[in-house]
């Protein structure tokens, strides 16, 4: 099966030793994603809505790298850091999900990597052929 692997460009994938985005054969997964910018600064500090929004579109980016589309994706994983903010998370994942209905899990956890991150969101797809 032939295996690629994509890169953001951010400092901390050969840090941690990890590619955004791994394509293997018609499967795609997206590595845990945050509400970055293009120069690595955080969208919507304080806002769960806009850093849900800012992540899914940062995995749409991603997954386009590797020939797929938000169309493809099968199942979403959410990590958040205050679950009673779910509401919020969900509006945004909806905004891209609504249709296409990915299984999906939302899990509360203490903290993300950087203090002002509330939201990382992993995907996988599955390119149809």
């Known amino acids: 099966m032939n ?16 590619s955004r985005v791994v394509r293997a054969g018609q499967f795609v997964y997206v590595s845990g994603t945050t509400a970055t910018d293009t120069e690595g600064k955080i969208v919507g500090s304080g806002d769960m809505y806009r850093q ?11 997954l386009e790298s590797a020939g797929a589309r ?6 979403t994983r959410v990590y958040v850091t205050n ?30 990597i950087s203090p002002e991150m ?3 969101i992993e995907a996988d797809a599955v390119i149809a052929i």
Do not use: C
Not at 70 to 75: L, M, Q, S
Not at 93 to 112: G, Q, T, W, Y
């Open 52 to 62: 849900t929004f800012q992540t899914l579109n940062n995995i749409k980016t991603a």
């Open 118 to 120: 509330l939201v990382e």
């Open 83 to 112: 679950i009673d903010d779910w509401e919020n998370v969900a509006k945004a994942h909806s905004e891209f999900f609504k249709d296409i209905k990915p299984a999906s899990a939302m899990v509360e956890v203490k903290r993300l």
């Open 70 to 75: 938000i169309e493809d994706v099968v199942r």
């Open 3 to 18: 295996r690629q692997t994509f890169e953001s460009g951010a400092p901390w994938e050969s840090v941690f030793g990890y």
